[in-house]
């Protein structure tokens, strides 16, 4: 992870459509792992290099940063003084993060945090993320909607992106992540007929990919095209 001040966040922000950024206070950043008593059971806490750790098999999908500068909490609305350190994930150039993991934390709890947000909001599959997008280990969901070409798309697009927000507010959980993304229908139009039945006279349509169960969620999916319809 790189470390960074207060005057890099714009620039970071503005550059980088999806990223990490643990701040660390030095309770959390002073040992690697503290091990506690919790329920008879061993439990260990995770601090940095745990963190470290976690997030680098991602960083060639999206970056990370730690500091320890005070203002980015205060510039973030973070409690002042901070309470604890806190992994945050931005997405899509917005100021606000998406999702907040505070610490100490667990190493499941880190691992799905990180998993659940390791994409944008809504990522545009393409060949250089299909793999990882649609064949990860953690066999992620993923929300797919295949849209339009030109202004038609990106109102799509838009509506697209509106229901992951939503769904991101307190939507159906699932055990593993749910990711969202966007395929042009025309481009990509033999590999989703063939994979799922669309068809480019189908556009825009919705389908939603569970590979725990090797199919797809058709009640959700059909739900999804119709509100990508109502632009």
């Known amino acids: 992870m790189e470390t960074i001040k207060f005057d890099d966040f714009e620039r970071i922000l503005a550059n980088d459509e999806a990223f990490f950024l643990y701040l660390q206070t030095f309770d959390t950043a002073v040992s690697d792992v503290v091990r506690v008593r919790l329920d008879m059971r061993d439990t260990f806490l995770i601090s940095q290099e745990s963190v470290k750790k976690t997030l680098e098999p991602f960083l060639n999908i999206i970056p990370a940063y730690t500091s320890g500068d005070p203002r980015l909490y205060a510039n973030l609305s973070i ?3 901070p309470p604890t350190s806190v992994l945050l994930a931005f997405s ?6 998406i ?5 100490p934390t667990d190493h499941r709890t880190l691992q799905r945090f990180v998993n659940t947000h390791r ?4 990522s545009h599959l393409n060949s250089g993320n299909y793999n990882a997008l649609m064949k990860s280990e953690s066999r992620a969901v993923v929300v797919l909607a295949a849209v339009h070409s030109g202004e038609a798309g990106e109102k799509e697009k838009a509506k697209l992106m509106s229901i ?3 769904w991101k507010k307190g939507g159906r959980p699932f ?3 749910v990711w969202f993304a966007w395929v042009e229908g025309e481009r990509w139009g033999s ?4 994979s799922y039945g669309i068809k480019k006279s189908d556009l825009p349509a919705a389908v939603v990919v569970d590979p725990s169960v090797s199919r797809s969620i058709r009640h959700w999916a059909r739900r999804l095209t119709s509100e990508l319809r109502v632009l």
């Not at 999702?99 to 610490?103: C, E, I, S």
């Not at 994409?119 to 809504?122: A, G, I, K, L, Y």
């Open 79 to 81: 409690a002042k003084p």
């Open 92 to 97: 899509n150039n917005e100021k606000r993060p």
């Open 99 to 103: 999702a907040t993991l505070a610490f």
């Open 119 to 122: 994409f944008p909001v809504v």
């Open 164 to 166: 992951a927000k939503a």
């Open 175 to 177: 055990q593993q992540p």
């Open 191 to 194: 590999w989703l007929r063939q």
